[in-house]
Each structure stands twice: as C-alpha cells, then as structure tokens.
C-alpha cells in the first residue's frame, strides 16, 4: 500500500512537470523593435523588416516582433540607445553619434576618406569593437554594427564642385566627427538627428545637407533640393555614419537557449556586413530618384577629391589626441581601423571559369 502510495504520488509530480518543461520548451517571445527610420525607407523595409522575417522564420514563429518605425512608440532619436538600455523597448537601430561623444572609439570609421565600402567597412567596425572596444557598448547586447554608403553632399540652390563652395553653405549633419568635417570644409554645420531635414530644407534653416543616397527619396531630399556631389569611388569616400543594432541584456538572457541561439545566428560579422551591404545597394534607387527629377549630379574626381582631403586632415589629428586624452592608444586605434577596413576590402580571388574538353 505504502509503495503503491509512493508511486501515485511520483507519477502525479511527473504529471505536473512535464506541461512545465514542454512549456519552456515551446516558450515563445515577442519583441518590440524601435528605431527612427520612416516606414517606406530602404532601411526599414530591405534591412530592418528583412531581419525581422528571417528571425521569426528560423525560430519556427517562436519569436515574434512588434514592428515600430519613426519613432511610433514616443521618444526621439536621440533616446533610442537608452531605450533599449533601460527597457524601454527590446531592440534598437541607431547612431551611436546620436549622442556626442558618448561611444568615442567608434568615430574612427566616420573620419574623412576612411571607409572604401560599406561591407567591408561593417565587418571591421564589428572585428574592431571586439576587438579594440569591446565595453563600447556594454550596457546592451549588440547584435550589430555596420555603416552606409560613401556620403553626399545635397543642396538646395548652389551645386558643390570643390571646397571653395562649400564656404558659408548652412549644412546638416548627423554626428560629432562629419559635423565638424563640415565645419572644417568652410560650411556653417548644423547638427540634427535625420527626420528634421526635410523641415529645415524647406524653411531654409539649411542649405543643404550630407546623407548617402539610399536615404535621400525617404525623406524628400532629391523634391527640396537641385544639386548634388558625389564623390568618384577612385578618390575615396567623404565620410560614412556609424550604426548601432541593439538588444535589452535583461531580455536577451531570459530567452531559453534554443532562441537566444537563433538571436546569435542572426548577430555578429556577417550580419553586419549584410546591413551595411544592403544599405549601399539602396544607393542606386536613391541616385536614380534624383535623376528622375532632372537634378544635377555632380562627380568629385580623384584630383579634386585631394584638396577635400587636405582640409579634412586636423580632424584625424584631433580625434586622436581626444582618443589619447581619454585614456586610450589613438594612434593605434586609427590604424587598426585602417588595417581591418584593409583587410575585409581585399576581395577573394575569383575562380577562372572550367575550360571545356
């Protein structure tokens, strides 16, 4: 009697337990996802909902995502890095340079005439954090980092076709480092976060403003303004932004392995090298957009691209004694930049075609 006692009871705690661990098992997570960007932008659409489907995807729609873009859950830009440091909200895609000064290690990858493309770039910004800078962002957990396109001057009425016309040009821009390009090149910067540009373009508040092409139909830059300069690759690019995708740490390390699993094959090198891939790639529709229009494109070549290069060059002498006085090696983060971008530029060599018999 007793032992048959013993064994109703032990099959009834089984009984209990297993919906417990099934449960667990099948535990699903849905997450909210904030960022600034419009709607109908590249980013949110080929990149942000992109890794949204493959997520919910892989994990069998075990996760899920409330999707907010332009700021819809209240805040501004500037607030998105705490939002997902507090809780707020569970992932964010941001500028680091949103806030000046705060992330200073990774200005190195907007300095003048740094990036070549933005995979390559991406891929040594997220080797470099790793790797130089591994407490940058240590109150989240970044999933990645990445940047756009080579930078674009636009404006409004006088087209740029070397420094000189840059002088007294009220100019947006959207971190510490190209705002003070900015004012080095002779223009008047105006520092502000993207979703002000089209309202300061029409008012006149600025004359123009620097952005990568991809970005420019979503906020009707190619309608607001008539000139744009673009820089020949062969002369390098202007400048470049950093970015930053983030998770809440609390709500990361609640999710049960197998999703925080998924979360991980979904983070790191290669996914940042995809962002930063996919972003340029939307250079081509935002250049065709100013086109369209009848707007005059201009081409910075290599030779005058030199004299940009030359004005631009205190800001790496700066950034570096600024890095020194902070308690780090400028020098050598300068050059472990140069030498990753370097590395993750140099394409594998292409495999000769078969020869037929």
Known sequence: MIQRRSLLKSGAAAALAAPAITGFAQQTVTLKFHTFMAPQSNVWLNMHKAWMNKVEKESGGRIKFEAYPAMQLGGTPVQLYDQARDGVVDIIW????NTAGRFPRVEVFELPFMMTNAEA??????????????????????IALQVHGPGVIHTADKPVKNVADMKGLKMRAPTRQVTKLMGTLGAIPVGMPLPGIPDALSKGTINGAVIPWEVVPSVKVHELTKNHAEFDPAGGSLYTTTFVMAMNKAKYNSLPPDLKKIIDNNSGM??????GKVQQEGDVAGRKAASDRGNAIFTVSPEEAQEF???????????VEDMNKRGYDGRKLLDTARALI????KAPAAKAPAKKA
């Open 309 to 319: 290069r030359r004005k631009s060059r205190t800001l790496e002498v700066e950034w």
């Open 342 to 345: 370097e590395k993750h530029s």
């Open 94 to 97: 941001t500028l680091p340079g």
């Open 121 to 142: 770039t991406s891929k040594a910004y997220w080797e470099y954090v790793q790797t130089m800078a591994p407490d940058e962002f240590k109150e989240t957990q970044v």
């Open 270 to 275: 290669e996914t940042s090298g995809w962002l």
